[in-house]
């Protein structure tokens, strides 16, 4: 098997990227895979001493084929960061695994990730890879095919990832044209999918995971997910660019091989009914301690 290069994007934390480098130097296939890690530049003056910490410690990381780092002098954005890192690597290597510095793998994550991109190197329609699944029982196949594009351990192909278009205001209007605002949203489920799209447009926020799943959705594309998440998100502890705090969709350790088989290429119906009942649970929740919120101001009043 021809192993896909990994793709490591770290800023200023040098706790979580320490975390994460050391799961993913548990993984079976890291000795024979070449780390390319992305250090981008610091924002402001306080951030230079992390991002200095952490570019002291990526230097004395082993455990790969071959490891390269690529050290930003100017700061990027987490946006750009990856959307250039990407790019950069796929256009020479065809595919890639992609994480940041607050997603921690579990042992066989790089076994899924390169049996998948293997497997499914010819099936055009099949986009993403994604390492997440939401923490909820289910009786799904060992892996399936949900059209939301997790960006929490994925992969890619490069026959894919030409397709991926950065204007959110042209992709917002495709897709209105399209009348797929609904399944954008989950059949209704996550409206701020949308919003999104809709902050980028009006530069109130500048990300690149969704505008990538809007591009899989308007061609048609494929995500395979397993059953069991193989990641943990450790950022939600309100360091990360993009994550609040939260508890509710963080992953038990699997600790088991996916078994990766070819499958019919259309969405388990299944698995976004599961998706729905999970994010309209999680709406719940929130407006649930939004009332607890409001009840103890006016208690305090």
Request: glycine share 4%; hydrophobic share 35%.
């Amino acid at each position: 098997m021809n192993i896909a290069p990994i793709a490591l994007f770290v800023y200023n934390r040098p706790k979580h990227t320490k975390q994460t480098v050391a799961a993913l130097q548990n993984n079976k296939l890291s000795q024979d895979s070449n780390l390319f890690i992305f250090s981008d530049g610091p924002r402001k003056k306080e951030d230079e001493k992390k991002v200095k910490e952490v570019r002291n410690y990526i230097k004395s990381i082993t455990g790969f084929k071959n490891i390269i780092i690529d050290e930003k002098e100017k700061n990027q954005g987490l946006a750009d960061s990856i959307v250039n890192g990407v790019t950069k690597i796929i256009n020479k290597y065809d595919k890639i695994i992609v994480l940041e510095d607050d997603i921690v793998t579990f042992p066989y994550f790089l076994e899924y990730m390169n049996d998948a991109l293997e497997i499914y190197k010819n099936e055009l329609r099949v986009m993403h890879i994604a390492g997440y699944f939401f923490p909820v029982k289910n009786n799904l196949p060992e892996t399936f095919f949900f059209n939301q594009a997790s960006c929490w351990g994925w992969a890619t192909w490069k026959h894919a990832w030409k397709y991926f278009n950065n204007n959110a205001e042209t992709l917002y209007q495709k897709i209105k044209e399209k009348k797929l605002i609904k399944k954008f949203n989950i059949d209704g489920s996550k409206p701020n999918l949308e919003q999104q799209l809709i902050d980028n447009i009006n530069k109130n926020n500048k990300t690149w995971a969704i505008k990538w799943y809007a591009n899989i959705l308007l061609s048609n594309g494929l995500c395979l997910h397993p059953n069991k998440s193989l990641i943990r998100n450790i950022g939600f502890d309100g360091s990360g660019e993009n994550c609040k705090n939260s508890n509710n969709i963080i992953n038990n350790f699997y600790n088991k091989k996916i078994i990766v088989k070819k499958t019919e290429l259309k969405e388990n119906l299944n698995a976004r009914k599961i998706a729905k009942n999970f994010y309209n649970k999680s709406s719940l929740k929130f407006s649930e301690k939004i009332k607890v919120y409001i009840k103890k101001i006016l208690k305090n009043l």
